[in-house]
Structures are given as structure tokens and as C-alpha cells.
């Protein structure tokens, strides 16, 4: 592990100014978004009354790191240095395991920054370069919030990952150098750990900021 455990850091401040945001309140969900579902055992819904995007998935769709990339997936493109962000929510329900953001260039170039399994305030960066996955930043979020976001920050090919609990007070996975070429494709996954019939994830918003002046 380059980083063991989280560090209290601040989102960039490049990056403020909101240039998309799916709320996750119309049913389609809004254009740009491409479903992948290699194994076609899951699915995925809005639930407007909420603002929810539901992503549920069953046994046999293990983690990415588990050397198992068939995880389903909703992505869209982006291109250029650029912020993500979403929020988990329900994450203290016991049916809430492996979920949050993804970066996808194949099954051998991929970044993820997620909620690991049972752990509720577990969080762990992995990247996986040239068909090698590797660990790069774990820890645990001190609160025990329902409510978890996730933030990924590109700028060049340095990405940084950074997590909270309240959406105020931030913390630091780390960060690492992860070239690919534009544009990318970003947006989120759920895993199911074996030994479980299947597990879901519940998405309250994805938003994009960039510089301001890009």
C-alpha cells in the first residue's frame, strides 16, 4: 500500500465550478449514460420520488480486484482534467457491499474508489495498470453516517481520490499516476463478495465540476 490510512485533505479548489449533474430524478435516466452488465444478471433504476439510482447485483459479479472485471456498470465519457463526485446512501443496511466510482479503459487498465463490503465506513483506492491490480489507499471514515461520497480528481494523468462522510469535512485516499488517453470512460459500479445472493447500491446524485477556465 502506498497509503495505509486516510489523511484530512480538501477537494480542489480548481475544480468548483458544477458543470453537470444527474440527480437521478428522471426516469430515463438522463443521455449519456451506457449501461454494461457483461454477465446480464443485474439491473439498475431511478427512483425519482428519492433522487435514487439503484444498482443491483447478483452473486458471481465478485469484486475487480478479484480478478473477476465483469462487474456492472453505468459510465459515460468525459474528456480534459475534471472532478467526479456522488454520494452513497443506505450504507449501514446490511445488503449495501462493494459500490462507488469507476474509471474503465478495458479489463486491464481500470481505477475504482469504493464502499468495501460489510466495513461500513471501509474505503479503498485500487488501480489496476497493464493487466496488474494493485491496492493503493484504504481507511475508515471515523463517523458512522449512513452517507458516504466519493470524489475522484483528474489533472493530466495524476488522479486523486478523496472521501467524506458529511460532504464538508474531507479526507485523502491518495492518489497516483494513471495515464489514458480522452476521453475517459467514468461513472459507477457494485460488486457482489461471494458467499451472498446479491448486493445493492443506492446513488444519490453524480456531479462534474471543472476549472473555470475550461
Same mark, same amino acid.
Given at each position: 500500500?502506498?497509503?495505509?490510512?486516510?489523511?484530512?485533505?480538501?477537494?480542489?479548489?480548481?475544480?468548483? /465550478?458544477?458543470?453537470?449533474?444527474?440527480?437521478?430524478?428522471?426516469?430515463?435516466?438522463?443521455?449519456?449514460?451506457?449501461?454494461?452488465?457483461? /454477465?446480464?444478471?443485474?439491473?439498475?433504476?431511478?427512483?425519482?420520488?428519492? #433522487? =435514487?439510482?439503484?444498482?443491483?447485483?447478483?452473486?458471481?459479479?465478485?469484486?475487480?480486484?478479484?480478478?473477476?472485471?465483469?462487474?456492472?456498470?453505468?459510465?459515460?465519457?468525459?474528456?480534459?482534467?475534471?472532478?467526479?463526485?456522488?454520494?452513497?446512501?443506505? =450504507?449501514?443496511?446490511?445488503?449495501?457491499?462493494?459500490?462507488?466510482?469507476?474509471?474503465?479503459?478495458?479489463?486491464?487498465?481500470?481505477?475504482?474508489?469504493?464502499?468495501?463490503?460489510?466495513?461500513?465506513?471501509?474505503?479503498?483506492?485500487?488501480?489496476? /495498470?497493464?493487466?496488474?491490480?494493485? =491496492?493503493?489507499?484504504?481507511?475508515?471514515?471515523?463517523?458512522?453516517?449512513?452517507?458516504?461520497?466519493?470524489?475522484?480528481?483528474?489533472?493530466?494523468?495524476?488522479?486523486?481520490?478523496?472521501?467524506?462522510?458529511?460532504?464538508? /469535512?474531507?479526507?485523502?485516499?491518495?492518489? =497516483?499516476?494513471?495515464?489514458?488517453?480522452?476521453?475517459?470512460?467514468?461513472?459507477?459500479?457494485?460488486?457482489?463478495?461471494?458467499?451472498?445472493?446479491?448486493?445493492?447500491?443506492?446513488?444519490?446524485?453524480?456531479?462534474?465540476?471543472? #476549472?473555470?477556465?475550461?
Amino acid at each position: 500500500l502506498r497509503y495505509w490510512h486516510l489523511q484530512p485533505d480538501a477537494p480542489c479548489a480548481d475544480y468548483s /465550478q458544477l458543470v453537470w449533474w444527474d440527480a437521478f430524478d428522471e426516469v430515463p435516466l438522463r443521455e449519456g449514460w451506457h449501461w454494461i452488465d457483461p /454477465q446480464g444478471k443485474s439491473h439498475y433504476q431511478c427512483i425519482p420520488q428519492g #433522487g =435514487i439510482l439503484e444498482l443491483r447485483t447478483s452473486v458471481g459479479q465478485h469484486d475487480l480486484a478479484s480478478t473477476n472485471p465483469s462487474v456492472p456498470r453505468l459510465l459515460r465519457q468525459i474528456s480534459g482534467n475534471f472532478a467526479v463526485e456522488t454520494r452513497l446512501v443506505g =450504507i449501514t443496511e446490511g445488503e449495501c457491499q462493494i459500490s462507488g466510482l469507476l474509471l474503465w479503459e478495458s479489463e486491464k487498465s481500470y481505477l475504482s474508489f469504493a464502499k468495501r463490503s460489510t466495513l461500513i465506513n471501509n474505503v479503498r483506492l485500487e488501480a489496476c /495498470q497493464k493487466g496488474y491490480p494493485e =491496492i493503493i489507499g484504504r481507511g475508515w471514515l471515523p463517523g458512522p453516517g449512513s452517507e458516504l461520497y466519493l470524489r475522484l480528481e483528474r489533472r493530466g494523468a495524476s488522479m486523486s481520490a478523496l472521501c467524506s462522510d458529511d460532504g464538508k /469535512q474531507w479526507q485523502s485516499c491518495g492518489k =497516483i499516476s494513471f495515464p489514458v488517453a480522452n476521453p475517459v470512460w467514468i461513472g459507477l459500479y457494485a460488486a457482489c463478495p461471494a458467499g451472498l445472493s446479491d448486493s445493492v447500491a443506492r446513488f444519490k446524485e453524480f456531479k462534474l465540476y471543472r #476549472g473555470g477556465g475550461e
